[in-house]
Each structure stands twice: as structure tokens, then as C-alpha cells.
């Protein structure tokens, strides 16, 4: 039986950190070995917000050599760079026909948008999802692992390719999921419990893959906490579910349970709690910076890392749009 396929990307607009690592890249390398994978440095969705062209190349570089220092494997998977797919703005280009003014201005991260760049309200920014749907779509993919912030953009792109099938009267795409690997989608909040860890914003009280040990150590000690709870077995409010997340994330889990039973019976001691986090995670983002910082001294090796994997990708994007041009007509000589 041959292997469903996937597709996920990540926009290269900045140093990737905790929340990328487990909402996105943690999937990706699990579903390696059993699927069919197309993963993409989204650098086309960078270009809402008019980076410097200077910073395009090492934000690609990054993202591809922190991917694979997280354990994915180049050899598995397609890794490619979403430029080097010219089928995807073809593909874009079929669905912006069918998609509709009054329902991509009603998308909630579009509004977000408007609300933080007011003097930038591109059309790139409006189509945004339609930009998104053409990199899931022109794989044909069936799953796409995303954090949960991503769930509205999918549903559109399933609302596209069903617009799509019905008007050109075959099942032509299938409809894309999320993918979970274990029921819920992880969500990581800034360690100063305002809204989650993200590229652009919260720097710090986000924990990026590239802090060393000492960033990691002052930013955990940071955090928010409180007095601890009075009653036995309270409700975690969110800041301290996020640090017990994020020590079950990354400690043993001997160690998660004593600081978990402290809370619960009401002789937690948060500093002691964050300087064991602060280790735990200075272990496990290590290995990450250390092989993220090789990787990216030998260009030649990401060079060539891109170049394969859009070879790969450019096989089945080819195959789709050679599809999607006859059904629609385009189907000259
Ligand atoms: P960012 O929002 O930091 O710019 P991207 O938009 O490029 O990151 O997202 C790449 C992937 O990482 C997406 O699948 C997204 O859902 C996931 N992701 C981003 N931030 C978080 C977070 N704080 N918690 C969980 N997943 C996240
Ligand atoms: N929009 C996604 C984000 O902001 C990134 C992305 C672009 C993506 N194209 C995609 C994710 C296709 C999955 C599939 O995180």
C-alpha cells in the first residue's frame, strides 16, 4: 500500500523555538518513517511583512538546519524550499478564483494582522490562506501536522479543494486533516503567561532552540509564577500549566511527579521547581543548538540538502498542476 502523504511548513521569519519544537517539528519526525512527508521552509509567507532581502538566506538556512538538528532526516522526507516550487504560485493562482473576498477578511489571523501592521494591508496578507491551501494541495496530502493555531487556516483549505472538485466534477483533491499525534495539539505559552511562544514577539519569556545555556537559565527563573496554591489538588492556573507541561516535556518523569505532588499538596517551592526546569531544558535544547550551529558553517551541505528535496517535491507538484490545468481547460497543443 503506498504511504499517505503529508505536508507541513514553517515561515522563516525568525529563530525557531519551544513551541515550533513540540507543536510542529516533534510531529514531523515522528511521522517520518510511516509517511509519505513533504516539509517546506515557508519563505513565500514571509514576504507579507517585507523582510531586508539580506536576511532571506540565513532565515531559510536556520530553519532547514534546526529541522534537522531536532532529528529529521533529509534523506526521509522532502525538505525543500517553497520558492523552488514554481507549481505552488501556478496552484495559488487557480484557487484565488475560487476563493472569496468576504470570507478570507473574516479569517481571525488575518484580522490580527490588520490590527498589528495597519499600514501594510497587502493582498498577500489577505490570501493568505489561499497561498497556504496551494502548498498542502499541490501535494494532493491527506494530513497536515500544524499547532492548533492552524486549524482554521485548514479548514479553508479543505473548503478550496472542495470547490475545486465540485466545479470541475471529480474528486481531484482529497480533503486535508490536522494531524495529532496524541489527541490534543500542543500549545506552549510564553513564560510570562501572555498568549504563546512565538517567533516575532514575547522574546523574552520564549525559548528558542538557539539560546545558550545561560538565556535558558535567566529566562526560566523569570517566569511568572505565584504564592502557590492554599487547597489541596487546585486547578493549575495557565503560567504554571504551562512550566509542568513544559517539565514533562523534558525532565524524567520521576522528577515531574515529586514537583507535580508538591503542588498538589501544597509545598511547592516555584524557584526550586524552575532551577530544576532550567536544567532539564538547558540538556535538551543543547544537542539541538550545537548541530544546528554545525550544520549551518557548511552551506554547500544545506545547498545541497534544498536541492534534493525540492527535486523531490517538484515530482509530485508537477504531476498535480499537470492535473489541475486540464481539468480547468488550459489544454492547448
Ligand atoms: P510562529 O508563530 O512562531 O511564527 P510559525 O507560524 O512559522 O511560527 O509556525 C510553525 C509551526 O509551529 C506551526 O505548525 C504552528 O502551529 C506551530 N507553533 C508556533 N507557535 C507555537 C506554540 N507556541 N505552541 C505550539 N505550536 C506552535
Ligand atoms: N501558516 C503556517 C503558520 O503560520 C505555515 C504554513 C504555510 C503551513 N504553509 C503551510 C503549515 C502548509 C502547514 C501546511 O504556521
Aim: proline share 5%; hydrophobic share 35%; net charge neutral.
Amino acid at each position: 500500500m503506498s504511504k499517505e502523504i503529508v505536508v507541513s511548513g514553517i515561515r522563516s521569519t525568525g529563530y525557531l523555538h519551544l513551541g515550533n519544537y513540540f507543536g510542529a517539528i516533534q510531529n514531523y519526525v515522528h511521522m517520518q518513517n510511516e509517511y509519505n512527508c513533504y516539509f517546506f521552509v515557508a519563505d513565500y509567507h514571509s514576504l507579507t511583512t517585507h523582510p531586508d532581502p539580506k536576511a532571506l538566506k540565513p532565515n531559510v538556512y536556520r530553519v532547514v538546519a534546526e529541522n534537522i538538528a531536532s532529528g529529521l532526516d533529509p534523506e526521509k522526507v522532502a525538505l525543500y524550499a517553497q520558492s523552488d516550487l514554481p507549481e505552488i504560485p501556478e496552484l495559488y493562482l487557480m484557487l484565488n478564483m475560487l476563493a472569496y473576498k468576504g470570507e478570507l477578511e473574516k479569517v481571525p489571523t488575518f484580522k490580527d494582522k490588520v490590527r498589528l501592521q495597519p499600514d501594510n494591508v497587502n493582498a498577500g496578507l489577505l490570501t493568505y490562506p489561499v497561498l497556504m491551501a496551494a502548498d498542502i494541495l499541490i501535494h494532493r496530502a491527506v494530513k497536515v501536522p500544524v499547532g492548533k493555531d492552524q486549524e482554521q487556516h485548514l479548514e479553508m483549505a479543505r473548503n478550496f479543494a472542495n470547490r475545486f472538485n465540485t466545479r470541475y466534477g471529480v474528486e481531484f483533491f482529497p480533503e486535508p486533516e490536522v494531524y495529532r499525534s496524541n489527541q490534543e495539539t500542543v500549545k506552549i505559552m510564553s513564560l510570562d503567561g501572555n498568549g504563546k511562544m512565538s517567533k516575532s514577539e514575547n522574546a523574552n519569556a520564549t525559548i528558542y532552540l538557539n539560546d545558550d545555556d545561560d538565556t535558558i537559565r535567566k529566562k526560566i527563573m523569570k517566569a511568572k509564577t505565584d504564592q502557590g496554591p492554599t487547597e489541596p489538588n487546585s486547578e493549575m492556573p495557565d503560567y504554571i500549566r504551562n512550566l509542568f507541561l513544559l517539565m514533562k516535556l523534558t525532565a524524567p518523569t520521576d522528577v515531574y511527579e515529586t514537583f507535580l505532588g508538591n503542588f498538589n499538596n501544597c509545598n511547592i517551592r516555584y524557584g526550586d521547581m524552575k532551577k530544576q526546569l532550567a536544567e532539564d531544558m538547558i540538556n535538551f535544547v543543547r544537542p539541538i543548538r550545537e548541530h544546528a550551529t554545525e550544520l549551518q558553517k557548511d552551506e554547500a551541505a544545506i545547498q545541497r540538502i534544498l536541492r534534493n528535496g525540492a527535486e523531490k517535491a517538484r515530482a509530485s507538484s508537477a504531476e498535480t498542476i499537470a492535473g489541475a490545468r486540464k481539468l480547468i481547460g488550459i489544454n492547448y497543443y
